[in-house]
């Protein structure tokens, strides 16, 4: 009995193992097929931290706090309208104001080269990727288009840029003008949109041009080549030189003395138009301190440099601007003409305040109002004291190039341009007096 039960138990163990045999395969692609049918109705999300935030909405955007100083000249310093270096701010714009804003933490701000079109119309709104699209980059074989401090950290809103140049003109572009541009450097904030600053369209000239920049304002001992229509070596600049004019002063001494002669040397390929842009500029120079004294056995003549008559003292009467007039003209002209017929040897004194000059204040009036103005003036503002729209200047009669310039009360250390000039006319037999030598450079 023992023996028949044992036979009948291995008999059922190969049954069972031959059934576990033939079902796995089953069981295998049932479990399969179920393991997958979840997988595939489960929604996996992702951590908080792995997630991909939108940029908040932000109206912040860079700007350049001053316009450029112009002209640029590739190889020099880039600088604002006051000579100073660059700025940017972080602004928040609500409405059509603008105030600044100060950032929790510091961002990297690059500064690139723009293409002077865009934006099209000068329209104040752009996308990040036109912003981007119009980038210009360097010329093939050429430096980086901008070479210096072009990466900058802004903090608390603000930053200063430091010693940024052009390396290449953009005489080579469409419109021959660029942009410089300020964005986010790309990849450094990505919590809030900051937009792109944009300064003016302006041209960039080579280096080499720069030794004809015109200077603004000229300087009396500039070359007069520096004023504005009077090209170095040019026409106006050979005529001139021809009679010996050769510095600003010597143009506006000139001027002030005969402007009637210093137009017939300029001859007619000057316009009139031409010829008053080139007075206006020389007006615009700055005259300094010093003042130039013409003595005599019983008079004390004391000019401005360029040889206008400030006050005069006439045997023993102290006579300002306005009193003058009451003089007889010929004579007062003849201090004029000796003045500038031997300026070199006048004395040159500082042009300080001092008791006699006090005497010029509010006492500067309109000395000839029967003239006929035939050139606007527009008032002009040079060590505190200003042109009035009623200065004489007729060319051709006995006033030409009286100055009648009115001193503030903020300033009046230095009479500049407050003086007297009367022209020698051609018909005048004096009319060819000039300088004996070259005149003082005015400090």
């Not at 015109?214 to 001139?240: A, Q, S, T």
């Not at 008053?276 to 056995?297: D, F, M, N, P, Q």
């Not at 010029?360 to 103005?373: A, I, K, S």
């Amino acid at each position: 009995m023992a023996a028949k039960r044992v036979i009948g138990e291995v008999l059922m163990g190969n049954s069972l193992q031959n059934i576990c045999t033939a079902l796995e395969p089953m069981l295998r692609r049932v479990v399969n097929e179920e393991v997958e049918s979840r997988i595939r109705s489960c929604t996996f999300t992702r951590s908080p931290s792995l997630r991909i935030q939108a940029l908040e909405p932000s109206n912040l955007q860079l700007l350049f706090t001053k316009k450029l100083s112009l002209p640029i000249f590739t190889g020099t310093k880039i600088g604002d309208a006051d000579n100073s270096p660059l700025q940017l701010l972080v602004v928040d714009k609500i409405g059509d104001q603008m105030v600044p804003a100060t950032l929790s933490c510091s961002i990297k701000v690059e500064i690139v080269v723009l293409d002077g079109d865009f934006p099209k119309g000068d329209c104040n709104t752009w996308s990040g990727k036109e912003f981007d699209k119009n980038i210009v980059r360097e010329r093939p074989g050429k430096r980086p288009l901008i070479a210096g401090d072009v990466i900058v950290t802004v903090r608390d809103g603000f930053a200063v840029i430091g010693d940024i140049e052009f390396t290449d003109n953009s005489s080579w572009i469409r419109g021959r003008k660029f942009r410089l541009g300020a964005r986010v450097v790309p990849g450094s904030r990505q919590d809030v949109s900051i937009r792109q600053a944009i300064t003016e369209a302006f041209p960039v000239k080579d280096h080499r041009g720069e030794l004809y920049k015109k200077h603004h304002p000229p300087m009396l001992k500039d070359e007069v080549w520096r004023l504005e229509k009077i090209g170095k070596e040019g026409v106006f600049h050979k005529k001139m030189a021809s009679d010996n004019i050769n510095t600003v002063q010597e143009f506006l001494m000139l001027f002030v003395v005969d402007p009637q002669k210093l137009r017939t040397i300029l001859g007619p390929g000057m316009s009139e138009k031409m010829w008053e842009v080139v007075i206006k500029h020389a007006r615009e120079c700055e005259l300094g301190k010093r003042l130039y004294v013409l003595r005599g056995s019983n008079f004390t003549v004391t000019l401005n440099p360029i040889c206008q008559i400030v006050r005069a003292d006439i045997d023993g009467q102290t006579y300002a601007q306005r009193q003058l007039s009451n003089i007889d003209r010929s004579y007062i002209q003849n201090f004029v003409i000796q003045a500038y017929s031997n300026w070199n040897s006048l004395e040159e004194v500082d042009g300080g305040l001092n008791e006699t000059a006090l005497l010029t204040q509010g006492e500067l009036g309109d000395q000839n109002p029967n003239n006929q103005e035939t050139m606007a003036r527009a008032p002009l503002q040079l060590h505190g004291y200003y042109l009035t729209d009623k200065s004489s200047m007729e060319v051709g009669y006995a006033d030409v190039g009286s100055s009648n310039w009115q001193m503030s009360a903020t300033y009046y250390d230095t009479p500049v341009d407050v003086g007297v000039g009367y022209c020698i006319t051609e018909s005048s037999p004096d009319s060819d007096i000039r300088p004996s030598s070259r005149p003082f450079n005015g400090s």
